[in-house]
């Protein structure tokens, strides 16, 4: 994909998918606040939600990076984001939503990504709503949410660049 045209098409779909995803973020956040009182199950399922949204957040943003013009500035910004994930070289992130959502192949010894099973799964976990752990991974609240302010941001300036790179292709 190299023509404007087929970039702009890209980005169509991107922007109000980011803004969705970026909604969807704040209300996993604020749902998670409100469990404050009581750590319980409740608690736990905020977790999962808020960390399957980090993750879907994270992927929407990678779609600017199969924008050719700013592909290596949304790079950055992913890898900067995936930085406060990095556990042991592991995205604590990304191990954690695969156990979430593929639990079916994780069981069978088939899951995908960094996590163990027998290391993982189901050994424990420990819930409180500023922390989140499992096996050999942990998320804390208040950094994952200050990487996804950050990564906004990188987004939305990628985005910029990608609109000003956009207007002056088309106007030749």
Do not use: C
Not at 133 to 142: A, C, D, E, T, V
């Amino acid at each position: 994909m190299s023509s404007a045209t087929e970039q702009g098409v890209v980005w169509d779909f991107y922007k109000p998918r980011h803004t969705h995803a970026w909604n969807m973020l704040q209300v996993a956040a604020q749902q998670l606040a409100k469990t404050a009182k009581t750590v319980d199950f409740e608690t736990e399922y905020a977790w999962e939600n808020l960390i399957i949204r980090l993750s879907l957040y994270r992927n929407t943003v990678k779609t600017l990076t199969n924008l050719p013009s700013v592909a290596p500035d949304a790079e950055q910004a992913l890898s900067r984001f995936d930085a406060e994930f990095t556990q042991g070289g592991k995205n604590a992130l990304i191990s954690l939503r695969n156990m979430f959502e593929h639990f079916d192949d994780y069981a069978t010894g088939a899951g995908r990504g960094p996590a163990e099973r027998n290391l993982d799964l189901d050994p424990w976990r420990s819930i409180a709503v500023e922390e989140f752990s499992r096996g050999q991974f942990k998320i804390l609240l208040s950094p994952s949410m200050a990487a996804a302010n950050y990564l906004r941001s990188d987004a939305e300036a990628v985005s910029d660049k990608f609109i000003r790179w956009y207007e002056r292709e088309t106007a030749r």
